[in-house]
């Protein structure tokens, strides 16, 4: 890994760990996308389905860092 590669993940790990994990979910969507350029229909209509569920407040919204703690406490 080159100096410009170290430097981002440093400066990366000195976000808040919602933002960390925004970044490292926009990183690996961009690997996925890389290989087509698109996402593959079923997950379009996931996408789909999962925006509509929130714009008509059908299912409550739970902050990233929320999830997070609790994922870790149960691997505790």
Do not use: F, N
Not at 5 to 23: G, H
Not at 27 to 46: C, F, H
Request: hydrophobic fraction near 45%; proline fraction near 7%.
């Amino acid at each position: 890994m080159g100096l410009p590669a170290e430097k981002i993940i440093a400066e990366a790990l000195q976000l808040p760990s919602t933002l960390r994990a925004m970044v490292a979910e926009r990183l690996i969507e961009s690997l996925d996308l890389e290989e087509s350029g698109e996402l593959p229909p079923e997950w379009q209509e996931e996408v789909t389905r999962r925006c509509r569920e929130i714009d008509e407040k059908m299912v409550e919204l739970v902050p990233a860092e929320t999830v997070l703690a609790k994922a870790y406490a149960s691997l505790k």
